[in-house]
């Protein structure tokens, strides 16, 4: 939809009340079931609460309860999905930072064992068994001195 008629849309839709706001989503649902030519959810991603949100709408409006009230309830519950996309938003940043700093102590870990294992200069033991020389000061493989 071309952004200069949304505007006009919004314009209009706010001189209604909220009764006649829901006569129109009702119809604007059904344009969309007959008429839309890619989904809802393609044109913008919605989020989980979002939809939750807007099912609680549906439910409270198909119960016949009271435009007014079903207003007054999106409008808390709103809220809370604001808070909870908040609280995910920082939990996601939270994680986002604790893997970041454990792929670099990872990392870190590594290259100092690497240098423990192999220490400069040196080629590294082969890994296919015990090497046959005695240890110093040891006796050899089968007890023989």
Do not use: C, W
Not at 49 to 74: I, N, Q, Y
Not at 101 to 109: D, K, P, R, T
Request: charged share 20%.
């Amino acid at each position: 939809m071309h952004p200069s008629l949304r505007d006009r849309i919004l314009r209009k839709l706010e001189t209604l009340s909220d009764e006649r706001g829901y006569q129109v989503l009702d119809y604007v649902d059904f344009l969309e079931s007959r008429y839309a030519e890619k989904s809802a959810t393609a044109n913008s991603p919605i989020s989980l609460l979002t939809r939750f949100a807007e099912g609680v709408e549906d439910r409270l409006r198909t119960g016949g309860v009271a435009a007014s009230t079903v207003a007054e309830s999106m409008g808390l519950l709103n809220k809370a999905v604001g808070v909870l996309g908040g609280v995910a938003a920082a939990g996601m940043s939270v994680a986002s930072d604790v893997a970041s700093v454990g792929m670099a102590v990872a990392g870190e870990v590594g290259a100092t064992a690497q240098r423990i294992v192999t220490p400069t200069g040196a080629t590294p033991a082969p890994a296919s068994g015990p090497s046959e020389a005695p240890p110093a000061g040891g006796t050899a493989p089968g007890g023989a001195a």
